[in-house]
């Protein structure tokens, strides 16, 4: 009895069992709660859409010396970086919630209703921080005639993935701080705001550095 009850403890704190390493490096994949994989990624896509379109409002237009708008100091870009954040807000809300009647084992009908709610607002908010990303041009901040493409979109590409390294060393740190015996959740929410910091902030460094304004009409 004894060997059988030390077997099942070392099986809670050790990885690469039943999938726990896998949820360390990769929380949102729950291995013990299957339930709580589609929200936790759903949420995931959420936060780093919404990250990027904040990097872009924040360091490609609102921090260049010609913008008409958002000039003090920091101040500035933390306003633009404000605005997709506040675009979705309700449904990061939601989702969380979707998440925690995953992880809780909620009763199926409400949290079916929840559910459907926060996917369809999470749609929508998507769209609209998107477009409303998009739209943000020269025109509304300097004198150009024409912006310039900040950066390619294998930079992006590359700065989404350094993220979720980071994200997943962020969350093999906590494990391991922890003594291995954070839970799924923690580890998920650690993992989860790395990225997000992570995406803005290595997406500031190029999007910083490029050109905002075209070269005509610069004034």
């Not at 994989?37 to 990250?51: E, W």
């Not at 391991?176 to 995406?199: D, E, F, G, H, M």
Request: proline share 7%; aromatic share 8%.
């Amino acid at each position: 009895m004894r060997l059988v009850t030390a077997d099942h403890s070392r099986a809670a704190v050790r990885p690469g069992v039943d999938g726990q390493f896998r949820g360390i490096l990769w929380p949102a994949s729950f291995p013990g709660t299957p339930r709580a994989r589609v929200p936790a990624h759903g949420l995931a896509a959420l936060v780093v859409i919404t990250s990027v379109c904040a990097a872009f409002k924040g360091f490609y237009w609102a921090d260049d010396p010609q913008v008409s708008q958002y000039r003090e100091g920091l101040w500035g870009p933390a306003q633009a970086v404000a605005v997709p954040v506040g675009l979705t807000a309700v449904p990061l809300l939601l989702t969380c919630a979707v998440l925690a009647g995953a992880v809780r084992s909620w009763p199926r009908v409400p949290y079916r209703v929840l559910a459907a709610v926060a996917w369809t607002m999470s749609a929508v908010a998507i769209f609209v921080v998107v477009v409303e990303t998009s739209l943000t041009n020269d025109s509304d901040y300097c004198t150009a005639n024409a912006p310039v493409d900040p950066v390619s979109v294998n930079v992006v590409a590359l700065c989404l993935v350094a993220a979720l390294v980071a994200g997943s060393l962020a969350g093999w740190i906590a494990w391991v701080i922890s003594r291995r015996r954070a839970r799924p959740v923690v580890l998920y929410a650690v993992w989860l705001a790395t990225v997000a910091a992570a995406v803005v902030l290595t997406l500031a460094v190029p999007l910083h550095a490029a050109q905002t304004c075209g070269p005509s009409g610069m004034g």
